[in-house]
């Protein structure tokens, strides 16, 4: 379990920065 | 948080029912988290508008008391419960894409620093948890347990420590009882003492990495300073959080030694296994942050998605704690708990405080 969170965590952090990256997600406000 | 439980399929975050019944938690996660980030807003308009001046208190701080005010009160409901379980995989999230506002150089050499803070901070939880656990006369279990809860993560380390040293139910849930009741606490003791001490932001968030336990009550503990502080607490963390599988391997050899445990195979895998994994992607961020693989503008974005994971984080630590659940626990491992913590935050203290002198 603690491995596939842990793995999960990290894969959908960096979809979310792939996305912001390649502009496909719009301005991320606060 | 989460449990030793080698196999890695079926994924925890898997599609279909297993997504659908995480949902109505998550919503409410969202939900506390952002009626928190309302409330903060509102206070600072309200605040303009009819200018006064009125203390900023963080959404931090109103999200975990409007998570405790649920569990404490109504409960939560049972449909929400897996869902709110998922507040440390945001928490992991939240610290990956964190990374981007770091220069790897500085992770690296801030980490560095704060690892030798961590050996230190290590030893001496040790020593002074297997000494009041003797006074006290706690089973020698639990003593290991506490013991590895306060040197390093919190609930994550008892939970992978469990398994390991072949522990029961009863004293694991002790030990978590102990620690979340501490971090707790942490959360409103700290930054009154930081700022009464006049802490700069570094040597505050250094601090509160070494000496609050469970990480998502360091993330917010540090958060509730200042922002900067909040991102020394993460760093400190992080290094602390790297060590459990060494502590937890040699936990698990002092219990095979007394015959209380069963042998540890591969010491190579068993380390890999209890490694946190996200602490490579938050290297990994940073290190392409640092390689200006981002813009100015994308760094921002991910700093404010790491923003909006913690917000799901800090919701889930008000969530999960139950007062009543926690004194249910009986006194004896919370005495040990407060004894032993306050050890260890006032040498931490100490310890910040001297090389703080000495680096000015």
């Known amino acids: 379990m603690q491995l596939s969170r842990d793995w999960w965590a990290v894969v959908l952090a960096f979809t979310a920065a792939l996305f912001v990256k390649l502009g496909a997600l719009p301005h991320v406000p606060w | ?360």
């Not at chain 2, 109103?62 to 409901?77: D, E, H, K, R, Y």
Request: hydrophobic letters at 55%; glycine letters at 10%; aromatic letters at 10%.
């Open chain 2, 1 to 360: 948080m989460t449990s030793d439980v080698t196999v890695i399929s079926p994924p925890a975050f898997g599609i279909g029912t297993r997504y659908a019944r995480l949902l109505p938690g998550i919503v409410l996660l969202l939900l506390i988290g952002y009626l928190g980030k309302l409330t903060e807003q509102s206070i600072a308009a309200y605040g303009r508008a009819h200018q006064v001046t009125l203390p900023n208190i963080e959404y931090v701080l109103w999200a975990i008391v409007f998570g405790l005010i649920v569990s404490n009160t109504i409960g939560v409901p049972s449909i929400c419960e897996a869902g709110v379980e998922t507040y440390e995989f945001w928490l992991k999230a939240g610290i990956v894409l964190l990374g981007v506002r770091f220069v790897l150089g500085d992770v690296l050499r801030l980490g560095g620093l704060s690892l030798v803070a961590v050996v230190l901070e290590l030893a001496i939880s040790i020593v002074v948890m297997t000494a009041l656990g003797r006074v006290f006369k706690l089973p020698p279990k639990l003593t290991s347990l506490l013991s590895i809860g306060a040197s390093i993560c919190g609930v994550s380390a008892i939970i992978a420590a469990k398994g390991a040293i072949d522990a029961d139910d009863e004293d694991a849930s002790y030990a978590i009882a102990a620690i979340l009741a501490l971090g707790a606490v942490s959360l409103f003791l700290f930054p009154v003492i930081g700022h009464a001490l006049g802490m700069s932001d570094a040597s505050y968030g250094l601090w509160v990495g070494l000496a609050v336990d469970n990480t998502a009550e360091a993330t917010a503990a540090g958060a509730l300073y200042s922002d900067a502080a909040g991102k020394f607490a993460v760093l400190a963390k992080t290094a602390r959080n790297a060590t459990i599988g060494f502590v937890v391997l040699g936990y698990a050899l002092y219990w095979v030694r007394r015959g209380g445990a069963a042998g540890v195979a591969n010491k190579a895998a068993f380390l890999w296994q209890k490694f946190p994994k996200f602490v490579l992607g938050f290297l990994l961020i940073s290190g392409l942050a640092t390689a200006g693989f981002f813009t100015r503008a994308q760094s921002t974005d991910l700093a404010n998605l790491s923003r909006w994971a913690f917000l799901f984080t800090f919701a889930g630590v008000g969530l999960r704690t139950n007062v009543r659940a926690l004194a249910r626990q009986g006194w004896r491992p919370l005495v040990v708990g407060v004894a032993g913590e306050c050890v260890i935050a006032t040498v931490t203290l100490a310890m910040v405080l001297i090389a703080s002198r000495f680096s000015s």
